[in-house]
């Protein structure tokens, strides 16, 4: 099992930029692949940015490739994600997600196969 806490979300000018920050508890975290994942008001879970328990291959989706960054560090057991060029709809609470069972170099895309969650985080953007 792993337990994760999110920190570093916030409300931001569009344009700025914020750093997530996901603290994890467990001696397995390199065995995890690990995502950020969002919700917005009125829509479903998406999601945003993965990287693999293995090589720490990243996948974006497409709404924020160019903008976002993922990164783990495995000795710290923590996941980043730095968020540039931030836009308004960008706003949303930002979920840290572990799969316990994902690919070894690949990233879970669905919601629904993260095993664990942190408690979110919320990003507000201004225009």
């Known amino acids: 099992q792993v337990q994760l806490v999110e920190s570093g979300g916030g409300l931001v000018q569009a344009g700025g930029s914020l750093r997530l920050s996901c603290a994890a508890s467990?001696?397995?975290?390199?065995?995890?692949?690990m995502g950020w994942l969002r919700q917005a008001p009125g829509k479903e879970r998406e999601f945003v940015a993965g990287?693999?328990?293995?090589?720490?291959?990243?996948t974006y989706a497409g709404s924020v490739k160019g903008r976002f960054t993922i990164s783990r560090d495995n000795a710290k057991t923590t996941v980043y994600l730095q968020m540039n060029s931030l836009k308004p709809e960008d706003t949303a609470v930002y979920y840290c997600?572990?799969?316990?069972?994902?690919?070894?170099?690949?990233?879970?895309?669905?919601?629904?196969?993260?095993?664990?969650w942190g408690q979110g985080t919320q990003v507000t953007v201004s225009s």
């Open positions: 990287i693999s328990r293995i090589g720490g291959r990243t």
């Open positions: 997600a572990a799969d316990a069972t994902a690919p070894p170099f690949g990233a879970t895309l669905r919601p629904d196969e993260y095993d664990y």
């Open positions: 467990g001696r397995t975290f390199s065995s995890y692949g």
